[in-house]
């Protein structure tokens, strides 16, 4: 069920609405192997008419399961728009579509989360990434302690110039 406002509802007072929209309902595709949304948008917003527009204040929550691009390690991060404000206009050129007097307001909902999503996300700012053992393997770092040079950056240390 998509975040549609009624404009008649408006007429004589403000509107507050709240709930959860399913990931689905969204209609996001980020094309991103490292982020995956499976839980649902929490919003809480009051929406209010001015002349020739719309006004929508309030709050977007959304739980994006991500893969750190350093360790590969799996985390969710929290996206919290709050305050988030969007302006609809209803008349002119950038009018939003009304059917049965309704403005659905899940698009201007799902630019404003795409425009957050991480570019590039990690599970710690200090994460030091894959580093490998003695094996040759790379193993996992919990992004503590010191980064270890690679063995072909170290031959090529030994070089005297």
């Not at 989360?113 to 990434?129: A, W």
């Not at 040079?149 to 170290?154: D, E, I, K, L």
Request: hydrophobic residues 35%; glycine residues 6%.
């Amino acid at each position: 069920m998509p975040v549609n406002v009624n404009l008649r509802h408006l007429e004589s007072k403000d509107v507050l609405i709240d709930g959860e929209l399913p990931v689905e309902e969204l209609d996001i595709d980020s094309r991103d192997e490292v982020i995956t949304l499976n839980q649902p948008l929490k919003y809480e917003l009051e929406i209010q008419k001015l002349e020739g527009a719309i006004l929508a204040q309030g709050s977007l929550n959304l739980t994006l399961d991500c893969q750190c691009v350093r360790c590969l390690k799996t985390f969710n991060l929290r996206l919290k728009l709050s305050p988030w404000t969007v302006h609809i206009p209803l008349e002119g050129e950038d009018a939003a579509p009304i059917t049965n007097d309704c403005v659905d307001l899940t698009p201007y909902i799902r630019e404003d989360i795409l425009l957050e999503f991480p570019q590039h996300p990690l599970c710690d700012p200090e994460c030091r990434g894959l580093r490998e053992t003695i094996s040759g393997k790379p193993e996992r770092t919990s992004g503590v302690g010191k980064a270890e040079g690679s063995p072909a950056w170290a031959e090529l240390n030994k070089l005297k110039f």
